[in-house]
């Protein structure tokens, strides 16, 4: 794979397919890192980041998946790259906070949503997808741990789709932030927000839409109205990979117990409820974490090649 870079402030290099994409006008769908390097374990990361790009280009889009290295954000990647940074041990979680410090310091680095729709803005990429948002945890009132996902939403002029947010958080203060925050939420073909690999939240969306055409309009009114950011795009889980909401319940209520017996918090906290939850399930929340990502990441690819032709 040939890569191209272009030295703006900040080095962006990207592979060939993605290059000549944006260069053509044609649709590209970004995708986070992190999900890669802490969310899934090896090799199951490998296969779902290569089953996720397929899944965007079924979907009629050219999949960038964001890494940072050498002091450069990385857009659009090859089975090489994804197979290193799946087996490197310890590669830090890069949010937005943390973006300038790994550019700094030339380190690689894994992109969390927040600091992957930094660097699609910077790339010019529209259109970015993950499985399970980011968003206000349990127990916020006290801890005050709101994921930078959703002030990123506010600022990067991308539109994300995902199929809501981790049901481990408290997805009734993550709707109350996005609405307070001016978000628009557009649920496509549900009338539920989405609980990530859960069959429900049992919480209704603000907004569903039925139709792609209509959704893209959404989102190109969005950014001609002038506001900043970008609207969040939901689709629930297919019924076949959802796990029972009730089950993953009391798996989170006890992940909660041992997090707070642990002293664990900050930045690590979501990645060790995942865990826990993982190990509880015997490993089919993992199954259901990768199995939601490649039927997001289908639908981010038709999202994006529809943003295309109603934006033409
Ligand atoms: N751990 C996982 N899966 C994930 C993430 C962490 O098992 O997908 C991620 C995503 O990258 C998301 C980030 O953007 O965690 C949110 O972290 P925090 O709650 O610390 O903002
Ligand atoms: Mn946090």
Redesign the pocket.
Known sequence: MRYVTTHGDIPLTFNEEVADALAGNRPVVAL?S??IT???RYPLNIETALAVENAVRRGGAVPATIFIDEGKILVGSDQDRIERFASLESVP?V?SRDLPVALAKGGPG?????S?LVCAELAGVEVFS??????V?RGAERSM?I???LVQFTRSRVAVVCAGA?SI?DLELTLEFLETHCVPLLSYRSDDFPAFFCDSSGLRSPNRIDDLPTLARAILAHWASGAPGGPVITTPPRPEDALPRAEVESVITDALQRAETEQIS??????F???AIEQATEGRSAQA?AAVLVSTAELAGEVAASLQREST
């Open positions: 986070e992190n999900v802490h969310g899934l979680k949010s894994a992109t969390t949503v927040a992957s993950s499985a399970g948002i980011g968003g945890h741990d994921s930078a996902d981790k958080l900050g930045n690590g906290l979501t990645k409820l995942m865990r974490n």
